[in-house]
């Protein structure tokens, strides 16, 4: 028999600890949002068009290439190669550089893109420089001076 003298108090267990993960979820998304959005804010830097080594491996320039023997393309925001002002389409494009070649075979290629055109624009001014002929292209950008 129990003594009635002795209190026993019985307390209810503790819940069990519940360990949620929607805020680690929540803190990925964040993250990922960030990395996409800053993502497309990269430097050309990243992808090298040219190799340090191909400087060194080319032949010395002779006198028939001028150094005025260039063409500078440059791309706009809206995705349209210019050259001197003038817009081109990628055929027409094409069918100037192939034309240039013929008469220079040694011409430099230099394309220049704005900091909001796509570089898709890019990939493509360069693919029809190189089908045209081109194998002097060297994609170029404007350092700020600090």
């Given at each position: 028999?129990?003594?009635?003298?002795?209190?026993?108090?019985?307390?209810?267990?503790?819940?069990?600890?519940?360990?949620?993960?929607?805020?680690?979820?929540?803190?990925?998304?964040?993250?990922?949002?960030?990395?996409?959005?800053?993502?497309?804010?990269?430097?050309?830097?990243?992808i090298?068009?040219?190799?340090?080594?191909?400087?060194?491996?080319?032949?010395?320039q002779s006198?028939?290439?001028?150094?005025?023997?260039?063409?500078?393309?440059?791309?706009g925001a809206d995705?349209?190669?210019?050259?001197?002002?003038?817009?081109?389409?990628?055929?027409?494009?094409?069918?100037?550089?192939?034309?240039?070649?013929?008469?220079?075979?040694?011409?430099r290629?230099?394309?220049?893109?704005?900091?909001?055109?796509?570089?898709?624009?890019?990939?493509?001014?360069?693919?029809?420089?190189?089908?045209?002929?081109?194998?002097?292209?060297?994609?170029?950008?404007?350092?700020?001076l600090?």
């Amino acid at each position: 028999m129990s003594d009635p003298s002795v209190v026993t108090l019985s307390r209810p267990k503790p819940p069990k600890a519940v360990i949620s993960l929607v805020p680690m979820i929540d803190v990925m998304l964040i993250l990922l949002v960030f990395f996409m959005v800053t993502s497309t804010y990269l430097n050309l830097d990243m992808i090298p068009a040219v190799d340090a080594g191909d400087d060194s491996l080319s032949q010395p320039q002779s006198a028939e290439t001028a150094p005025g023997s260039a063409v500078m393309i440059r791309i706009g925001a809206d995705g349209l190669p210019t050259i001197r002002g003038r817009a081109f389409g990628l055929s027409d494009l094409s069918r100037m550089i192939a034309s240039r070649l013929d008469a220079d075979p040694n011409l430099r290629i230099l394309i220049l893109p704005s900091g909001a055109a796509d570089m898709q624009a890019l990939v493509s001014v360069m693919d029809s420089a190189t089908q045209a002929g081109a194998r002097n292209v060297r994609v170029v950008r404007l350092e700020a001076l600090e």
